[in-house]
């Protein structure tokens, strides 16, 4: 066997056999697996392309040919077994394309988000050292080759740009050296598949090594929590660069279930509705404030949607009482997800009674991921106490991509990935969400809870959405502030002393109440659509600089 990629820590032999034993891992690869899915679902659809107005469609066979083609064609241009590669493609057939094709090459895909930019692109490619980069012509008004031109003046490593679309001067995707079509020499399973990014909103992102086999577990046991056929359309709201709408069923796995993956160009709900409508949509995925705009519009739109039957919702915390919504409002069950890039996902599952699919993040997806649930000191809280997640099983990994001296402190000694979520385990094993350890504001001492604050203040009739943040202070520390977007029918801004005074009504300790309240039309994203403090703080903190 080749060696593995350099930067890429491998589990323990021990713990390596076990899950090999139990079924977890076994011998596939994700391009492999493709040519199975072909040779039993052949001529059944297996992706739709959405964009405005038009569909276009592949079957099982279709999409197997083309990969092998682009596959063929990414060889010709000297793309090896284990080179980097950055795609940065939004929801189109030419991500499913490229994505399979690099993982048949044994190349490794570097999966960006479409809302990501310069920086975090020449991290990504400098960090990997990648040697292509994968872009669209133009989406959502921005021209993705002027960020390639700069993006490849400042990146020794990258030889090629490919283009989905019009490659100005660069090189087409559809009009690649034709390949010889010899056959590649299989990757290993236990290879690095694809580095994908991760969603801390602190520091710079960092890349996650997942391999074959534990992303190709990853998407099939997801698939079974889900109850996956192949009678089953999934549309794919959220970017399919992200690993919820990748693997968690996602795309891959629909396709290992032989169903059909609708790509929408767009998470939201003019868009998505009328898809459901036209496609006969049974599942989908969303983020929480994605999922408020569903259910607004679902209260007067009258597309369709009898075909839907459950609404995975992950990211970030879902509100208890729009958890409570998401039925009425859409005529189908919900399911909560609270996963991460790194690998340990949880789920409600579709037979857990309401209180649980309402008020907690699920359980965990497999019978060995292990959790401990920790105090500061890294001893075990008592059972139902909130603590710290660490967690390790047979698809979380055991080290960031080429960060040694941050894996140094993020992972424990016996590989524990330290996630900085603040749970709460339940006697059935599942965790409520109550926060990020950085979450936690620090005001002269005491520790006021982000999530908490949150909370409380959704509750408030006038607020729609909230971002409660800690803004440096010189003289405590931190000092909370609260962000907030109104209700479209609030009237006017509530005063921070009414903010008060509703908190107090509600039995609230006085050392939570909001030392500041900022009013916006919208808060800011993340690339799959989560709200950014970073960007808040970042924001409100010049802001007041600028002031003083
Ligand atoms: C609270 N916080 C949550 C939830 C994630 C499925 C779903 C989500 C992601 C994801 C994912 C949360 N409630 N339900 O990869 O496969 C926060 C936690 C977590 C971080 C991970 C998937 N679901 N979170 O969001 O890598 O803080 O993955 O550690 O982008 O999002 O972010 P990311």
């Known amino acids: 066997a080749m060696p593995a990629l350099d930067g890429f820590t491998p589990w323990p032999g021990e713990l390596a056999d076990h899950y090999r034993n139990a079924g977890h891992w076994r011998d596939e690869t994700l391009g492999g697996l493709l040519r199975t899915w072909a040779a039993r679902s052949g001529d059944a659809p297996a992706v739709v392309a959405e964009n405005v107005g038009s569909a276009r469609r592949l079957s099982y066979a279709e999409l197997d040919g083309r990969v092998d083609a682009t596959a063929a064609g990414l060889r010709a241009l000297g793309i090896a077994a284990r080179d980097r590669v950055v795609v940065h493609l939004p929801n189109t057939l030419d991500f499913v394309v490229v994505f399979f094709a690099l993982l048949r090459c044994g190349a490794v895909p570097v999966l960006a988000l479409p809302a990501h930019r310069q920086s975090e692109i020449e991290h990504f490619v400098t960090l990997s050292e990648a040697v292509a980069y994968v872009v669209p012509d133009e989406h959502e008004g921005f021209d993705f080759r002027g960020l390639a031109a700069d993006v490849a003046a400042k990146a020794p490593s990258l030889r090629h740009v490919l283009v989905s679309g019009d490659p100005g001067p660069f090189t087409a995707l559809d009009a690649l050296p034709a390949g010889s079509a010899e056959p590649l020499p299989e990757a290993d399973p236990g290879d690095v598949a694809v580095l994908l990014i991760s969603g801390g909103t602190t520091g710079k992102p960092k890349l996650i090594p997942r391999t074959h086999r534990d992303y190709a577990y990853n998407a099939r046991a997801s698939a079974e929590v889900c109850a996956l056929t192949s009678d089953d359309v999934y549309l794919a709201s959220l970017p399919v660069a992200h690993n919820f709408p990748l693997a968690c069923p996602g795309l891959l796995g629909v396709l290992g279930a032989g169903g059909t993956v609708v790509l929408s160009p767009s998470p939201s709900p003019d868009v998505g509705l009328r898809l459901v409508e036209r496609h006969r949509v049974t599942v989908t995925a969303l983020v929480p404030p994605m999922v408020r705009m569903w259910v607004d519009v679902a209260a007067w739109d009258t597309h369709d949607r009898s075909s839907l039957r459950l609404l995975q919702v992950g990211g970030a915390k879902l509100d208890d009482g729009l958890a409570r919504q998401v039925t009425p409002a859409l005529g189908c069950r919900l399911q909560q997800v609270f996963g991460m890039a790194e690998g340990l996902l949880n789920y409600t599952r579709l037979d857990d009674p309401d209180e649980l699919?309402?008020?907690?993040?699920?359980?965990?997806?497999?019978?060995?991921?292990?959790?401990?649930?920790?105090?500061?000191?890294?001893?075990?809280?008592?059972?139902?106490?909130?603590?710290?997640?660490?967690?390790?099983?047979?698809?979380?990994?055991?080290?960031?991509?080429?960060?040694?001296?941050?894996?140094?402190?993020?992972?424990?000694?016996?590989?524990?990935?330290?996630?900085?979520?603040?749970?709460?385990?339940?006697?059935?094993?599942?965790?409520?969400?109550?926060?990020?350890?950085?979450?936690?504001?620090?005001?002269?001492?005491?520790?006021?809870?982000?999530?908490?604050?949150?909370?409380?203040?959704?509750?408030?009739?006038?607020?729609?959405?909230?971002?409660?943040?800690?803004?440096?202070?010189?003289?405590?520390?931190?000092?909370?502030c609260a962000v907030v977007v109104l209700a479209p029918d609030a009237g006017r801004a509530p005063k921070l002393k009414e903010l008060r005074a509703f908190l107090i009504d509600r039995g609230l300790a006085r050392f939570m109440y909001p030392d500041r309240l900022v009013v916006r039309d919208a808060l800011p994203l993340t690339g799959v659509g989560k709200i950014n403090k970073r960007e808040l703080v970042a924001g409100l903190t010049a802001g007041s600089q600028e002031k003083e």
Request: charged share 25%; no cysteine; hydrophobic share 35%.
């Open 357 to 480: 699919v309402f008020g907690t993040q699920g359980r965990p997806l497999s019978p060995d991921d292990e959790v401990r649930v920790v105090d500061e000191n890294g001893d075990p809280v008592a059972p139902g106490e909130v603590g710290e997640l660490w967690t390790r099983g047979p698809y979380t990994l055991r080290g960031y991509y080429r960060v040694p001296e941050y894996n140094a402190t993020s992972f424990t000694p016996d590989g524990f990935y330290r996630s900085g979520d603040l749970v709460r385990q339940l006697p059935s094993g599942h965790l409520v969400v109550e926060g990020r350890r950085k979450d936690v504001i620090n005001r002269g001492g005491e520790n006021v809870s982000a999530a908490t604050l949150e909370e409380h203040l959704l509750a408030h009739p006038a607020i729609a959405q909230v971002a409660v943040l800690g803004l440096p202070d010189d003289s405590v520390g931190e000092r909370v």
